[in-house]
Nanobody, 123 residues
Framework: QLQLVESGGGLVQPGGSLTLSCRIS????????VAWFRQAPGQERTGLAC????????LYADSVKGRFTIARDNAKNMVYLLMDSLQPEDTAVYYC????????????????WGQGAQVTVSS
C-alpha cells in the first residue's frame, strides 16, 4: 500500500519561507506523479503544484507561480514544496498526493493522500 507522510509545517512570519517534505513508502516514488494541495477552513482543496514521476514536467497554480517550487528526489522517495514570500492567505493544511499522472492539479486524479501538514503564516 502506498503511503505518503508530510512534514515541515509550522508557523512562519509573513514574507518568510518554509519547505514541506513528503515521504513516500510502500512502492517506489519514481512510479508516481506527485502534487501538493492545500485546504483552508471552509474552502475547497486546491492544487498548487505537480511534478511528473521523473521530474521532467511541472505544473503550478497561478496563485503560487514564482513563489513555490516543487522538487523530488526519487533516490530518497521524497517530494518537496519550497515556499517563499509566504502571506497570511497561504495559511492552510497542505497535502501531498500521488497518482499515475504527468501534470494535473485536479484532486480527483489522485488516489493516495497524506494526512496533511498545517502551515500558519502570521506575525
Amino acid at each position: 500500500q502506498l503511503q505518503l507522510v508530510e512534514s515541515g509545517g509550522g508557523l512562519v512570519q509573513p514574507g518568510g519561507s518554509l519547505t514541506l517534505s513528503c515521504r513516500i513508502s510502500g512502492f517506489p516514488a519514481a512510479d508516481y506523479g506527485v502534487a501538493w494541495f492545500r485546504q483552508a477552513p471552509g474552502q475547497e482543496r486546491t492544487g498548487l503544484a505537480c511534478i511528473s514521476s521523473g521530474g521532467a514536467s511541472t505544473l503550478y497554480a497561478d496563485s503560487v507561480k514564482g513563489r513555490f517550487t516543487i522538487a523530488r528526489d526519487n533516490a530518497k522517495n521524497m517530494v518537496y514544496l519550497l515556499m517563499d514570500s509566504l502571506q497570511p492567505e497561504d495559511t492552510a493544511v497542505y497535502y501531498c498526493a500521488a497518482g499515475y499522472v504527468v501534470a494535473t492539479l485536479n484532486p480527483g486524479d489522485f488516489r493516495d493522500w497524506g494526512q496533511g501538514a498545517q502551515v500558519t503564516v502570521s506575525s
